[in-house]
């Protein structure tokens, strides 16, 4: 199939992303470079870049992919924030004025959930009006917990990152055993403004490098039975992906290429077009 791309998930540091090697394995050039070259093969239209401030690897990410993006209209930012942060509405603000399209969280543990359910009242009702797209690095453990705020924020879109981490598997898990490690985030399912990201099929593949993470199939089905076509959004986690995978294989993932072309089509690209559309419009 061909298709428009927009990648709903990718990262970008000014000094590249250190992975398991130290350096990225993407040939000459820096990061930024070597995403344009895939991009341009690729035929991605769009990028959803998220912003990553934490272990130290660039403590002013938000800022360099703000500059990056002034001049690459493809490119759209999400501000990484801590969980601890307790933003109050101007920081908020603040990083949507500077263009960001929404912010990113990392939730490895329960606790890190109940940091952010006590962020001030008003910024999360600030990203409510503004319709922020937040992206979330959640872990099962910490993901029910965000029900309430995601109802509550019916303005924002909430995108979960790679199916929502159910952790790696050695063999094909039975459908039940992907039902239950899915649990947590199957149970946003019933919440229209809850969405899942097709990325990072390495981290549910074991070993990492096993493409094409055959394991991942019983959980595409279950995510897209549950949320539906209209919902799911492929990233390619450039470039952590790029330590077990190449980036073709990021974006080819055979069993996706099975559906109708009209689903491949929306969870390849016409998905987060749509999304970006929308956030942009005028209010």
Known sequence: MTARLADAHLHLFREGFPGRYGKGPYGLGGEIEAYERFRAQHNIEKGLVVGYEGDGIQPDNNRYIRTLAATRPWMATLAYVGAEAMPDAGAIDGLLDEGHVGITIYLREAEATVSVLRWPREAWRRLNQRRAIVSLNAFPVATPGLAPLIEASGGCTFLFSHLGLPG?????????????????????????????????????????????????????????????????????????????????????????????????????????????????APR
């Not at 450039?238 to 559906?259: E, G, K, M, N």
């Open 168 to 280: 790696r598997q050695r063999a094909m898990p039975d459908r039940a055993t992907a039902l239950a490690l899915l649990a947590p985030l199957l149970g946003l399912a019933g919440l229209p403004n809850a969405r899942v990201k097709i990325s990072g099929l390495y981290a549910i593949s074991d070993p990492p490098h096993g493409y094409p993470h055959e394991t991942a199939q019983p959980f595409l089905e279950i995510l897209f039975d549950r949320f539906g076509w209209d919902r799911c959004c492929w990233g390619s986690d450039f470039s952590p992906a790029l330590d077990y995978v190449s980036f073709a294989q990021a974006v080819d993932i055979p069993w996706l290429r099975q559906v109708r072309s009209v689903d491949y089509d929306k969870v390849m690209g016409g998905n987060l077009r749509e999304m970006l559309s929308a956030q942009s």
